[in-house]
């Protein structure tokens, strides 16, 4: 729940009376949720996703995600939708995101639970996806994936148009990347 609500404040304000997030603004939240997970490793047996879930005009869409952690598969992905590696790197329509509407439901989470942004605004939306590691060994109770979301509304004017990189330039935390 942390790590939403950080995602929802963070950013560095302009001279527009806009907030921009910037990448190493991302990386120090995800630097925070990594020293919070040492004790059960969860960069190592686990996988963190944050996605910005934004509501442009009407259309609920993933506009980009930042993840960590070393678990890959079906099980530790998001659960509720992916980027590519350049969505929200810039302003352009090619990167805007995924699409999260359906004929029936948008937005992200479980059938029945979906948190969906306000308009022209945006949710943090953060799953984290962990491979239990039990006191007793795992041929008793076999392995235990432990799932959990959180969501928090950003609370300041954003800029929506994208996740900032200016110089000196961060390196960017894509969910391509499986790493501690």
Not at 1 to 22: C, E, H, P, W
Not at 142 to 168: E, K, M, W
Request: glycine share 8%; with cysteine.
């Amino acid at each position: 729940m942390n790590l939403a609500d950080n995602a929802s404040r963070v950013g560095i304000a302009s001279n527009l009376t806009t907030v921009q997030l910037r990448e190493v603004d991302m990386n120090d939240v995800l630097q925070a949720a990594r020293i919070q997970g040492t004790r059960i490793n969860l960069s190592k047996y686990g996988r963190v996703i944050v996605s910005s879930l934004e509501n442009m005009s009407g259309t609920q869409r993933i506009h980009w995600q930042r993840c960590f952690g070393l678990m890959k598969g079906t099980s530790y992905d998001s659960s509720y939708g992916t980027t590519k590696v350049a969505d929200g790197t810039d302003g352009s329509a090619t990167n805007r995101g995924t699409d999260t509407t359906t004929s029936t439901d948008s937005g992200m989470g479980d059938n029945g639970a979906k948190v969906t942004a306000p308009p022209n605004s945006g949710v943090m939306f953060v799953e984290v996806n962990y491979q239990y590691q039990p006191i007793a060994p795992n041929w008793l109770i076999g392995p235990t994936r432990l799932h959990y979301i959180a969501s928090f509304i950003v609370r300041d004017n954003r800029d929506f148009t994208q996740i900032y990189n200016p110089n000196p330039t961060a390196t960017a935390s894509t969910c391509d990347k499986y790493t501690v």
